[in-house]
């Protein structure tokens, strides 16, 4: 694909190197200042006439600045005379505002899905894309937009890291939007799997509960969810699984979007193992999601 070049944000770097090198194509960082009223400036600093780009940003922390950055460089490339472009957001921010669920809320995704739209993205990859009310994101995208799952990459790192769980674990989710990976996690693992019920009560304080019982064989457990920010929900999740006898338990997600106070909280629950995906970039970010990547892109080139 001699054709293909693939740009990075800095927080992006990794997962796009390594996505740029499955695929053989030319690589780069965004060339990215701030100037002091806080306005950005971007160069892409290649040539991209005539070719297929992707842009592979990492939104965290600074999230609004990191969207409009993307929003510049995916306009500028259009203007530079690129073939196509396929945007790639491992970790697709505003999600969760997919519905109103109170009058004269914003529609969050819905605007973030125009925006994309307007500057000339052809495709958009994303991975695991967190939707409340919404299952398909093509609702809300249209037909280009392909999200992708890292539960495959995480069930790999499971087999080759703990292939002596076998069927003596239970893979877990804390809530009824984690059935989607608990179900495909306990499927890849030949396990069973069960669903808790949770209630939000703030930020970081959550309450969850069984709705279905244990199985009885079950001696460990694996608990699966697609973020992980303050740390809260893992930590009441860990908490009812140690009450029920099962003191052995790893947990796993695809975004670590994790706030200083959630970092510490999961490397004090005394877990056998955790780590998460390279959608974000962070101290447990072990599973790489490259390959996924690729094999989308290649699809859409």
């Keep these: 694909m001699s054709s293909l070049v693939v740009l990075s944000n800095e927080k992006g770097f990794n997962l796009a190197r390594r996505t740029a090198y499955l695929l053989n194509a ?39 600045n990191d969207l409009i950055s993307l929003m510049l460089v995916l306009d500028t490339l259009w203007d530079l ?32 899905a125009k925006l994309l739209r307007a500057v000339h ?14 299952g398909d994101p093509r609702f809300v995208f249209g037909e280009k937009i392909i999200n ?11 087999k080759n890291r703990h292939p002596q769980l076998g069927g ?7 809530d009824e939007e984690s059935e989607q990976w608990a179900s495909r996690l306990g499927m890849l693992l030949g396990l069973k799997w069960v669903v808790l019920e ?28 697609d973020i992980i920010s303050t740390g809260g929900t893992i930590e009441s999740t860990v908490n ?17 979007v994790l706030s200083a106070s959630g970092l ?20 447990i970010s072990t599973i790489d999601v490259s390959g996924v990547l690729a094999s989308s892109i290649k699809s859409l080139a």
């Excluded at 505003?94 to 914003?106: L, M, P, T, V």
């Excluded at 510490?264 to 101290?283: F, H, M």
Aim: aromatic letters at 8%; a negative charge; one cysteine or more.
């Design 26 to 64: 030319e690589f780069a960082v965004i060339e990215q200042k701030t100037f002091p009223d806080g306005e950005l400036y971007l160069r892409i600093p290649l040539d991209v006439r005539g070719k297929i780009v992707v842009p592979v940003w990492s939104i965290k922390e600074e999230i609004n």
């Design 81 to 112: 005379g690129a073939n196509k472009v396929i945007s790639v957001v491992p970790y697709m921010p505003y999600a969760r505002q997919d519905s109103r669920f109170k009058d004269g809320e914003a529609l969050s995704i819905v605007t973030i």
């Design 121 to 134: 993205s052809d495709y958009v990859v994303t991975v695991d894309m967190h939707l409340h009310r919404i």
């Design 148 to 158: 992708v799952s890292g539960v495959d990459a995480i069930a790999d790192y499971i």
């Design 168 to 174: 003596k674990a239970i893979v877990v989710g804390p």
């Design 198 to 225: 949770k209630e939000r009560y703030s930020a970081e304080e959550v309450e969850v509960k069984l709705r279905e019982s244990m199985p009885r064989e079950a001696e460990k457990a694996i608990i699966i969810d």
């Design 240 to 256: 009812l699984i140690r009450k029920l006898g099962l003191n052995e338990i790893y947990v796993y997600c695809t975004h670590p």
């Design 264 to 283: 510490y909280k999961i490397v004090s629950l005394g877990l056998a193992d955790y780590a998460c995906t390279n959608t974000l970039p962070s101290p």
